[in-house]
């Protein structure tokens, strides 16, 4: 199969074909995820609770974001490998700048940030330096003690026309790929429509352009509590390489996620 690229994430948006992730850590599950033919492996901040125990994903450093993309990118073929900016790396553009070479340097194809306006130079910057960005709204994990727990986002009419004025600025700043996590599915759909970039949704309902699942919800290990908008289905399958075949041909016919794993 060939390589999956920002450019072949667009073709997917226009031919209407939803776009496949999920999150990876090391070499093995990597593998297993890309002979399934999922599109995109995400080295997310998340392995801070699913790898470390952690409550949030703060403590989660570069040096160990870099380490984890390493073991990833080492053997993977097909998935764009896409890598997490930890909590405070990309508090400045300078930081931001120095922090992604080393993501980019340990096999990341694309760094994801989390956050809107504010970001708009730092985003600039990255691309300019050659540098692809995906940006991530709604739920940003990394503002949990700001929201006061992890909590839907853009419920209310003013802070929804927010997140779609940010979106709106960080694809015009040149983000690539947008990750929008927990939000009713209408803001969901409202900003998969406004953008030309691919929208990835993880809780922001089936209209979103591909979704994105924690491998460790999916898997139904987790060791903390399953969301809401996540799915066991190693438990309908008994098999991880079915488990991840099955929710990726779910994504694929739009029937994941269902009302059921989504918010209204
Ligand atoms: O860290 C992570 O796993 C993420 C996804 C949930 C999108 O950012
Ligand atoms: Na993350």
Known sequence: MKKVSVSSLLAQKKANQKITALT??????AKLFDEQGIDILLIGDSLGMVLQGEETTLPVTIEQMAYHTRCVSKSVQTALVMADMPFMSYAT???????AA???SAGAQMVKLEGGEWLLETIQGLVQRSVPVCGHLGLTPQSVNVFGGFKVQGREEEKAQKLIDDAIALEKAG????VLECVPTSLGQKVSAKLSIPVIGIG???HTDGQILVMHDMLGISANYMPKFSKNYLI???D??????QYKEEVR????????????
């Not at 983000?175 to 947008?178: E, F, S, T, V």
Request: net charge negative; proline share 5%; glycine share 6%.
């Open 24 to 29: 990876a850590y090391d070499a093995s599950f």
């Open 93 to 99: 553009p300078a930081q931001a700048y120095d922090n």
């Open 102 to 104: 080393k993501l980019m």
């Open 175 to 178: 983000i690539q790929l947008l």
């Open 204 to 206: 922001a309902g089936s």
């Open 236 to 238: 309908e399958c008994g």
């Open 240 to 245: 991880i390489r079915q488990a991840v075949c």
């Open 253 to 264: 016919n739009g029937i994941f996620p269902s009302s059921a794993h989504s918010f209204e």
